[in-house]
């Protein structure tokens, strides 16, 4: 299998954040090619034929969901979702940073693809720096004529328009986005109508993530069957992976999909630090489910990890050795979660309430054992009752973690303080235990 | 009227970006923050007039979105990831060592009213750089007691020109080059609370 670099090819070149330098490297080559060589619905079908997944998270395919828009119903609407607020996830941050004209270049070519004259691109308020460098950048494109009216001199005019958050994971999911980006509190909205029909100021809307557009001008420069031959049949391309934790070299690096999990841990980030061993880690983010070191040899095949029990959700690797605690770690996804629920549905705003109290109580030491069915019950009670996936996800790392170390959450109940604290951080030489 | 002229005329020019006034409140409360550090009643009152809306719609979008300050913060602001990647590389370490350098817990301002600091359970997209913070909305990754306490000098030297963020900055180390985490012995890892 030969080594793909598609989106981080060209990083590390001087000055590649600047128009002329991207230009050098063939930089929006593949957008005027687009403008003049194929039609709309031509670009829909290479991207179709391309098997392009979202990389927001549910892997959704992209000329799927763009082929849903209605015919003729118009104003259209692109959202550019760069809220990026997954735990354990900075690959968009990454690519805004390193390579932010490739995503604008795939936004126009996207926006042309679905006759869209105004595209929202929603990048989420930390991101700070990133917004100011893409303003900057959407200027210069305006200023080159690859934004505006007339683009490179044909009949389609788009503007780009980079909206700030101000710090709420929820406005990541697509409707709750659209809601933020109407001036409303970002909470999610009723599906259906999804926003393909109904979408930003009720007009068809597509919402595509920062990494799925940054692959399109890959795509329209070398066809769809080209990308389709990358990756395993059904998780076709590369991924940028956001690499963290317990690990040598943490950072993102990009692999072709399905390469064995084991290549990226060992050859990219350099296996676990300080010569220690490898006790779980989590894929796809803050929502995904725990997996152990046996998995570390599945493929990176989205229904590979999903029948394994877990989830390549937004490209995500957390790595764990053996003194992390897994009710510690627990304990923090929960608090997430209880800290971002929007609080429009009473099981995700209740259910994360009572589960960060029993966390907090566990990893104190002060829970009983009974009260971990009760915790049970809790995101029993969650899991596919809330209004969106933020409640439900909140209950994925935590349940799979009891499930798979059980005897910690136990060992936990009654002991007064953390057991594997205890065990992995002696205390100083001399002080009470 | 309580914001400046070109803070105004940042807002007028927000409206026109969008189809409906509405979505300009976000970015007007962005500009009302950048010039006063801060959304006071009236500002968000005097957002409201020029968009032509309620008052109240433009509270609650305020309310929603952490990042909007409905206090004045102090002239610097500090913000430590404290959620799962982070804190396997000893963010519990760095927050204990800003609290002990500041003198002041989290979720307050310094004496002197040179900084506000907090620790968020937000992912803040550094996990590649843990420990991690924001200052001033900028990354700063790889943090160790020596960092920390350089980066507080610099910036306790900066003006608070929240119009002119961002200010110079010195770069991080580059990722491969990883310093070792907080506490040099031991193994920080997330079980801290023991
Ligand atoms: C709670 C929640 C948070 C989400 N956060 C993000 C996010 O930060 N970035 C993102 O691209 N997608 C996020 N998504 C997924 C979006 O709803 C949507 O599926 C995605 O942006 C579609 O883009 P794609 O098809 O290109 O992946 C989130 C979903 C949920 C339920
Ligand atoms: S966990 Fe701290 S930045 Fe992601």
Redesign the pocket.
């Known amino acids: 299998m030969a080594e793909y670099k598609l989106l981080t090819k060209d990083i590390g070149v001087e000055g590649l954040q600047t128009l002329p330098v991207y230009e050098r490297r063939g930089g929006y080559q593949a957008l005027r090619a687009a403008l003049r060589d194929r039609t709309p619905d031509e670009i829909v079908e290479q991207v179709k034929i391309s098997g392009l997944?979202?990389?927001?998270?549910?892997?959704?395919p992209?000329g799927t969901?763009w082929s849903f828009l209605p015919r003729d119903v118009f104003p259209r609407y692109l959202c550019i979702?760069?809220?990026?607020?997954?735990p354990g996830?900075f690959k968009?941050r990454y690519l805004i940073d390193e390579n932010p004209h490739q995503l604008i270049e795939g936004i126009v070519i996207a926006a042309y693809a679905l006759q869209v004259k105004h595209a929202f691109l929603y990048i989420?308020g930390e991101y700070h720096d990133q917004r100011l460098l893409l303003e900057r950048c959407v200027e210069e494109a305006r200023a080159a004529g690859y934004i505006g009216e007339r683009i490179l001199g044909s009949d389609f005019g788009c503007d780009v328009i980079v909206h700030g958050g101000a710090g709420a994971?929820?406005c990541?999911?697509?409707?709750?986005?659209i809601d933020s980006l109407e001036g409303f509190r970002g909470q999610?909205r009723l599906k259906p109508p999804f926003p393909a029909v109904k979408g930003l100021y009720g007009k068809p809307t597509v919402?595509?993530?920062?990494?799925?557009?940054s692959n399109l001008p890959h795509i329209l420069s070398r066809g769809g069957e080209w990308f389709k031959a990358i990756g395993t049949e059904r998780s076709t391309g590369t991924r940028v992976w956001c690499c963290s934790g317990h690990i040598e070299r943490p950072g993102c690096y990009e692999m072709e999909l399905g390469r064995p999990i084991r290549e990226l841990f060992e050859e990219h980030c350099g296996g676990m630090w300080r010569g220690r061993s490898l006790k779980a880690f989590q894929p796809g983010g803050g929502?995904m489910q725990v997996l152990l070191p046996d998995h570390l040899d599945l493929p990176l095949d989205m229904d590979a990890v999903m029948r394994a029990g877990s989830s390549l959700g937004?490209g995500a690797m957390m790595f764990m050795d053996e003194t992390t605690c897994l009710v510690n770690v627990s304990m923090r996804l929960v608090d997430f979660y209880h800290h971002e629920s929007c609080g429009k549905c009473a099981p995700c705003r209740e259910g994360t309430y009572f589960e960060s109290q029993l966390m907090h109580r566990l990893e104190a030491g002060v829970a009983t054992l009974d009260e971990l069915d009760t915790l049970k019950d809790i995101c029993a009670n969650m899991d596919g009752k809330c209004f969106?996936?933020?409640g439900d996800?909140a209950t994925w790392f935590v349940m799979s973690a009891y499930r798979h170390f059980r005897h910690e959450f136990e060992a936990h109940c009654g002991a007064g303080g953390c057991p594997v604290a205890r065990e992995h951080r002696p205390l100083p030489a001399g002080a009470a235990r | 009227m309580m914001l400046a002229a070109r803070t105004r005329a940042e807002i007028e020019h927000t409206r026109r970006r969008y189809p409906h006034p509405r979505s300009a409140i976000m970015p007007s409360l962005w500009a009302v923050q950048h010039e006063l550090g801060w959304l006071p009643p009236e500002a968000m009152a005097e957002v409201a007039e020029l968009l032509g809306l309620a008052p109240s719609e433009v509270q609650a979008v305020a309310t929603f979105y952490s990042m909007y300050f409905k206090r004045p913060p102090g002239r610097h602001h500090i913000l430590v990831c404290v959620n799962a990647a982070c804190a396997l590389r000893g963010a519990d370490e760095t927050a204990a060592h800003i609290e002990q350098r500041l003198g002041c817990p989290s979720g307050t301002t310094t004496a002197d009213g040179m900084f506000t600091w907090e620790s968020t359970i937000e992912c803040l997209g550094g996990c590649g750089g843990a420990p991690m913070m924001q200052v001033d909305h900028h990354f700063e990754e790889h943090l160790t007691p020596e960092r920390i306490d350089a980066i507080l000098a610099r910036v306790a030297a900066q003006p608070a020109d929240h119009r002119d963020w961002p200010p110079a900055r010195v770069p991080n180390p580059p990722a491969s080059t990883t310093p070792p985490p907080p506490t040099a012995e031991g193994p920080p890892s997330a079980g801290a609370a023991g």
């Open positions: 997944r979202g990389r927001g998270g549910a892997g959704f992209t969901k979702n760069a809220d990026e607020s997954e996830c968009d989420r994971y929820i990541g999911e697509e409707t709750a986005l999610p919402v595509n993530n920062v990494e799925t557009l929502s937004a969106c996936p933020l996800t």
